[in-house]
Structure formats: C-alpha cells, structure tokens
C-alpha cells in the first residue's frame, strides 16, 4: 500500500513515517467538517497539532488532520483576565503574547512545545505551574453528536498529566478551543529549581519568563537540529514512606512534597543516577543534558524509540524500584498503541 504524504515535518522526532492522507484546518468550522466526516465515514483518523507528543512507530493507514486554526480574544473584569484561544494556536506565542498584554500567569509555563488544543489532553504543566491552574474552560467537538460542547475545569478531570480527554472521552472528542482565567492579582510561583533564587516581593513575570526560557533552552535541543519530544517521562509520583526509603539510599534523589502528603520525584534525576544520561541504543540517545529526554541521533526510527524508552524504564525499576511512564502518545498503523511495538 502506498502512504504518499510524509508526516516527517511534522513530527519534532522528525521520524520518517508517512500517512495515507493529510487534512490541513484552518478555522475551527474546517476543524468540525473533516474529523465529523472522517469519524463517521470510520476511516483511522489522527488529530495532530504540533506534534511534539508523540511517537510514530509505523506509517499510518488513515487520515492526519493538522490543526491551524488561529484566533485569541481577551476580555477582563475587576479580579481576572479572560482568554478564548483556538486549537490551533502556538503554546508559547501565546504565553508571549500574554505578557506583551500585561496579562501575566502563563509565564512558568514558556517554550514548552506544541498547540493550545494539545494542552489540555495532558494538563502540561512546568516550574510548579500546570495548565488546570489556569484553565477555565474547554471547548470540544462531540464526534458522536456532532455538537460543540464545553466542560469547566473541574469538569476536565485534570491531575498530572491526565484528563478527561485521555480518559471517558478518548477517541470522541477533538479540543477546538481553550478558555483561560488569568488573576489580576498576580502572584509568582517560585518553588521550582531556577526560580527558587528570585524574590516574590520584587520579581517580574518577564525575569521568570526568561529564566524559564534559559533553562529550557541549555536543556532541551532544538528538535530541528536534534530530533525530540521534549520531556519523554512522567515524573513518578511515591507515597511518603516510599520516598524515605529511597532518600535513605539516596540522599541527593529530588522529590517534592505533593498537597496530599505524596512525593512527586525527578524522572530526570531517577535515569541520570541509573548511569543513563548520554547513555545511546541504536540511533536513539538520552540526551546529554537533561536525561529525561530522548533525542534521535540520526535516522532513528519510532521503534528504535520506544526500544530506548522501554530499557530506561526496565534499568531505573532495577537500581530504584520505581516505574517511569512515556509521556508522548505511541502511533502505530491505525491508531495509538503501546511502548512494546
């Protein structure tokens, strides 16, 4: 079978797959046309964004439907800022032009890859910041109905790295549009890393803003030059008396103390201390820099990915007795899989 349109330009692995037909939407009517047409017609369909989540580990034997839209309108009363953003909207533009607009609060949040409408499917989150923080709503398409509904925030089910959308609505909903709620009262956010050395009294939101910037870009490559997914972990999350244990072992393992008495620990720290950081199987590497993320060192194919991926996951159970979990989405021939391709 032939698959005609490459999807290598639009993947930041900048694996060599290809898909049978490709859709681009440029407003949110276009968006609603196509995937109501394809869902019912039964054909695999992928909404894809930015695609800086995910794997392609096969071609793909349907139709990828590249979301374009544009459009932000703001509006504000006396406590809080308002945003209704389209899916098709740059993560990071948009947290630009917020500040450019005086509307801080998406700050913490700066360079991390991908689309507005991708954003909520896994509640991105960064520097003790995630999207739930400041979600007010999300519009999405019912493929089965064929409506436009909205859910608030509570209504998303958010928690890390999860939601609603990778939960009860997986595979019936496409995100057209996402509602954010910015206070006016602004307060920094200061808990993680780098920004610990500011002072909540006299920072901006621009010093964060940059600061982010500047880590993330010491740490993560660029997917044009090295081909990546930014973050390819989860950060394991561990009961109190777990956490102990292994600070007993360890006394330099990162953790941070959760609102409901468990440890969120640095995946990153977990692979480096397993001896991994740099660590190459095939064409796939764990980056140099920051070893939560994976990068393609030439030609690697999505299976040689996930074949990385699987043996830091089976080498940090080994030395810490703690299991890491993919964070990009795993595409095979009609759909999403699993790492074990």
């Known amino acids: 079978m032939s698959f005609p349109y490459s999807l290598k330009p639009f993947n930041t692995f900048g694996v060599e797959q290809s898909c049978l037909s490709l859709i681009e939407v440029h407003s949110k009517a276009e968006l609603q046309s196509a995937c109501l047409s394809l869902y019912q017609s039964k054909r695999p369909m992928l909404v894809l964004g930015g695609g800086s989540n995910i794997v392609f ?31 098709g909207e740059n993560w990071h533009e948009l947290v630009q032009f917020s500040l450019n607009q005086n509307m801080p609060g998406l700050e913490n949040l700066a360079l991390i890859p991908g689309t507005v409408g991708a954003a909520p499917i896994q509640n991105i989150g960064a520097y003790g910041v995630e999207l739930c923080d400041i979600c007010d709503w999300v519009e999405y398409l019912d493929l089965e109905s064929g409506n436009l509904l909205r859910l608030t925030v509570d209504e998303c089910e958010f928690a890390y790295r999860e939601s609603i959308f990778k939960g009860s609505l997986r595979d019936k909903a496409v995100i057209t549009a996402v509602g954010l709620r910015l206070p006016k009262a602004w307060q920094p956010k200061l808990a993680y890393g780098p920004l610990q050395s500011f002072t909540a009294e006299t920072v901006t939101p621009r010093e964060i803003f ?15 030059v090295l081909g990546n997914a930014g973050s390819f972990f989860k950060n394991p999350i561990v009961s109190a008396a777990t956490y102990m244990q292994l600070a007993a072992r360890f006394p330099s393992i990162v953790g941070y103390a959760q609102p409901n008495g468990e440890v969120k620990l ?22 140099a820099k920051q070893a939560l993320v994976l990068v393609n060192l030439g030609h690697a194919t999505g299976q040689d990915i996930c074949r990385l991926a699987l043996h830091v996951i089976a080498r940090v159970n080994e030395v810490f007795g703690v299991k890491l979990e993919a964070e990009p989405r795993i595409m095979g021939l009609t759909g999403e899989t699993s790492l074990d391709v």
Do not use: M
Request: net charge negative; glycine share 10%; hydrophobic share 40%.
């Open 57 to 87: 580990t096969d071609d793909f034997n349907g139709t990828v439907v590249r979301v374009l839209s544009k459009g932000i309108s703001c509006s504000e009363d006396d406590t809080h800022f308002y945003l209704a953003v389209e899916a």
């Open 210 to 224: 940059d600061q982010v910037c500047e880590v993330r870009s010491e740490k993560l490559p660029n997917p044009e």
């Open 266 to 287: 640095a995946a990153g720290w977990l692979i480096e201390h397993a001896g991994l950081k740099g660590f190459a199987l095939g064409n796939a590497g764990v980056h």
